[in-house]
């Protein structure tokens, strides 16, 4: 068999078989790229709201628990304290509450996990233990083989020695600037 035969066929075979991986990484890329723009993990939802709490020196559980509960019903409070400022600091799971007394408003911040997209950026992290760190280091090397081995596919004007020669340069100067220009 011809060695270019065995490349197209290793090629395409390998490519298929990392296609989905590919897309994964491409996708959770982008909202890792974006993290200082948003939250790529949790969606962090603000709300505002109201209440008729007057300003004291202690507050009973179940009297913050109903304020809080009163803003969204799905929250789980697990304890409360009053700031220097006579602010109410409420703690929930996955969230907080900051009650202002004198004023009569509040604030929730809750943290809503992205559900596929979480889970996409935990396996481009490679924080799902060593398992996946191997087959995440087998999918790069066959990525790898499958853009090396694309070079050497086409023949002609349209293959390495000409055409593919240009873009391939190119490809390389990109990422060159920029390392050039913000390092």
Wanted: aromatic share 14%; charged share 20%; hydrophobic share 45%.
């Amino acid at each position: 068999m011809k060695i270019r035969k065995l490349l197209r066929i290793l090629h395409r075979d390998l490519g298929y078989f990392i296609v989905a991986m590919t897309i994964v990484y491409a996708v959770s890329g982008i909202y890792l790229n974006h993290r200082h723009d948003f939250n790529p993990d949790y969606k962090i939802t603000i709300t505002d709201f109201t209440h008729d709490l007057q300003p004291q020196q202690s507050y009973a559980d179940d009297e913050i628990q109903q304020i809080v509960e009163s803003v969204r019903s799905d929250v789980v409070y697990k304890k409360h304290y009053i700031d220097k400022d006579g602010d109410i600091k409420v703690f929930i799971a996955n969230g907080e509450v900051i009650i202002f007394p004198g004023s009569g408003e509040g604030r929730m911040r809750y943290l809503q996990r992205r559900p596929l997209v979480f889970s996409m950026n935990k396996l481009h992290r490679a924080t799902l233990g060593t398992a996946w760190k191997w087959v995440s280091d087998i999918m790069a090397v066959i990525l790898l083989f499958v853009a090396v081995s694309g070079l050497f596919l086409l023949k002609g004007k349209r293959g390495l020695r000409r055409w593919g020669w240009w873009l391939t340069v190119a490809g390389f100067i990109v990422p060159l600037i920029f390392v050039i220009l913000y390092l």
